[in-house]
């Protein structure tokens, strides 16, 4: 959540970001229900003042006097009115709460103008797409492809986009998982196994509720949430409590499988493993000092790469432009390999710093030792990795003549071997 104090003092800054981000937010009713609310609030205080006053006047008369029976009349009438504003202004603080949650993150000053993706800057590249196999083909067209990655019989059980791994498939997929587990723990992220279904106060938390609504999975009569990312019980680890500035950064990693709608998604876009409403995916996430929040970001793009590296796999960094970054983040890079048969850029990784955005919405803090009081963390995301494009691409990229993948050697142990068959 913004800082309201940014709103109020700043709003024409509040409006440029809006307009950068290329969203739809009435900032004038988010600063009506404001206006009104600190009115009430005003109106409420000089009450309570009055009714102070007016205790502690007939605190100061003998009992039973003209006097003192005028002002326990006097105090009764200020006391219901302060009962009957209260509950207004409990109304209208409710609303103002509501209304800041439709209001977006600042974006940083390093990120680029534009509308969309065709505006991302291209920050970095690695690896050369021209030195994959000159065999590849699309994934999806790769003969005995769906032995191992059933579709088919998945939409049958669930629905499109639900597919089954079997055999060698569901292996290569766990290896993939430890893989990047174990990578990640080597780079200092402590693992944690998450619930994989939040409640609707940890979607609000990280910025799902209410923006992402109609892309979450939700359970009745429940109302809990499939995650979209271990992202959200991740970052609610540490809801309303306040950390040790001494701890800071805190690294933790976690694999979920992930759920979303994907609403909207059609074409090449969704062929094959481009695009799933149920995934797997390792997430790493930083609490961290605001002082520190930049470089933190730098690190964290560095550790989801180097794990590309080791899979050998081509890939660039996109600095993500206002209209393609997302409505909780303030800056975000995105990691995109090349897959040969598809000859195009499949996005695995996005690594994202949301500042204090998310932090305020769920109540984190540490306590400063210059100040000595409870200020904010920084929150920092990023997905180290996820698996089904990084397997399309390993598909794609290696593939032999005779129809079988040579796995990098990184991955090779966790595989228990460095050749995939689709034999049956």
Request: charged share 25%.
């Amino acid at each position: 959540m913004l800082d309201p104090k940014v709103l109020r003092e700043t709003p024409e800054l509040v409006r440029a970001a809006i307009a950068k981000k290329h969203l739809q937010v009435d900032l004038d009713a988010v600063l009506a229900v404001d206006r009104s609310w600190r009115a009430q609030l005003q109106e409420v205080e000089q009450l309570r003042g009055q009714q102070k006053a007016a205790n502690a006047a007939m605190a100061a008369l003998p009992k039973g006097t003209p006097e003192f029976l005028a002002k326990v009349g006097e105090m009764k009438a200020v006391s219901a009115q302060v009962k009957e504003r209260e509950g207004r202004l409990k109304e209208t603080e409710e609303a103002f709460h509501q209304a800041m949650l439709t209001v977006p993150n600042l974006p940083h000053a390093s990120v680029p103008e534009g509308g969309g993706p065709d505006a991302n800057l291209v920050h970095a590249a690695h690896g050369e797409p021209a030195a994959a196999s000159p065999h590849a083909v699309p994934h999806w067209e790769i003969p005995g492809f769906e032995r191992l990655f059933d579709f088919g019989r998945g939409a049958k059980v669930t629905g499109a986009g639900f597919p089954f791994y079997v055999g060698e498939g569901a292996r290569l997929v766990r290896a993939l998982l430890r893989f990047f587990l174990e990578e990640n723990g080597r780079a200092g992220y402590l693992e944690v196994s998450p619930p994989i279904f939040v409640n609707a106060a940890s979607a609000t938390a990280t910025g799902q509720l209410p923006d992402k609504e109609g892309q979450m999975y939700e359970t009745t009569p429940d109302h809990l949430y499939a995650v979209p990312t271990a992202e959200v019980p991740l970052t609610n680890f540490f809801r309303d409590e306040i950390v040790e500035e001494a701890a800071l950064p805190i690294r933790r990693c976690a694999y979920t499988p992930c759920f979303r709608r994907e609403a909207g998604s059609y074409g090449k876009d969704v062929r094959g493993l481009n695009r799933l409403h149920q995934f797997d995916k390792v997430e790493l996430l930083k609490w961290v000092h605001p002082a520190a929040s930049y470089d933190e970001l730098e690190q964290l793009r560095g550790d989801a790469e180097r794990l590309l590296q080791k899979l050998e796999l081509p890939y660039r960094v996109l600095l993500m432009c206002g209209g393609d970054l997302g409505f909780a983040q303030a800056k975000k890079y995105d990691l995109e390999v090349w897959a040969a048969g598809q000859k195009r850029w499949l996005e695995v990784s996005s690594c994202s710093n949301f500042e204090a955005f998310q932090a305020r919405r769920a109540h984190i803090r540490f306590r400063s030792k210059e100040s000595g009081r409870p200020e904010l963390v920084h929150t920092l995301n990023g997905s180290a990795l996820a698996v089904p494009r990084v397997l399309a691409a390993l598909l794609e990229n290696n593939l032999q003549p005779g129809g079988r993948v040579r796995l990098p050697a990184a991955l090779a142990p966790h595989f228990g071997g460095e050749w995939l068959s689709f034999g049956g």
